[in-house]
């Protein structure tokens, strides 16, 4: 149980376009999904909160124009790098929240993201 | 205010010896703590969980940790390591009460040499 999908696995795009990055829970509901970028060699690092119905709420630092995030069910959240540049290739992985509050994250395989 | 700290960038074990994999924490609240781990280009893999019940923890593929609290330490170890392990392991910490802040270790890579 606890299955976390994320869609595509890879994609490489042309600079300034427009990439769209999905995350689906397979085998539960999620009221709270998350989105973590990670650079080569380094820790997650906590992009935005997603919260079903609701607008995201984006750590500091984080450009909500760059990074769409749409939480439009239970089971699906998405992440769209608008007029992406190189400078946004990276591994870009989702999170959900099973249960309440204080039960645990489960994560998404990730995505990798090459911008040429 | 929550931090982790994984002492260890990389650690280095022989196939088959114990493996142990240090991590320390600061929490002002009762925090949840865990394991990941993450396999090259992979997503983050739960490997165990403790939250408030017993302090020595079991989680999959043979790994355990114990929380301390006394020491605020949350080390993950193995009896006997295998080559399938290689792979970058993420301590984290939250508090009990959300689940939604956790914070990440820098991460341990561990290597297995034949």
């Known amino acids: 149980g606890a299955v976390v999908s994320q869609h595509p696995s890879r994609v490489i795009c042309k600079s300034g376009t427009s990439v769209k990055i999905e995350c689906r829970s397979l085998?539960?509901?999620?009221?709270?999904m998350f989105w973590y970028r990670q650079f080569p060699k380094q820790s997650l690092m906590l992009m935005a909160t997603s919260n079903e119905g609701s607008k995201a709420t984006y750590e500091q630092g984080v450009e909500k124009d760059k990074f769409l995030i749409n939480h439009a069910s239970l089971t699906l959240s998405t992440l769209t790098v608008t007029s992406a540049h190189p400078e946004d290739s990276s591994f870009y992985i989702c999170?959900?929240?099973?249960?309440?509050?204080?039960?645990?994250?489960?994560f998404g395989p990730g995505t990798r993201l090459t911008v040429l | 205010a929550q931090s982790v700290t994984q002492l260890d960038s990389h650690v280095s074990v022989s196939e088959g010896t114990p493996v142990l994999l240090r991590c320390n924490y600061s929490s002002s609240y009762s925090p949840s703590l865990f394991w990941y781990v993450q396999h090259p280009n992979k997503g983050l893999q739960l490997l165990l969980k403790y939250t408030s019940a017993a302090t020595l923890v079991k989680g999959i593929n043979g790994f355990e940790a114990e929380f301390k609290k006394s020491e605020t330490s949350f080390h993950l170890t193995k009896p006997s390591a295998h080559m399938s392990d290689a792979a970058e392991y993420f301590c984290?910490?939250?508090?009990?009460?959300?689940?939604?802040?956790?914070?990440f270790g820098s991460g341990t890579r561990l290597s297995i040499r034949p």
């Open positions: 085998d539960f509901q999620a009221t709270t």
């Open positions: 984290v910490v939250s508090d009990r009460s959300s689940a939604s802040k956790i914070i």
């Open positions: 999170s959900a929240l099973a249960g309440g509050p204080t039960d645990t994250q489960y």
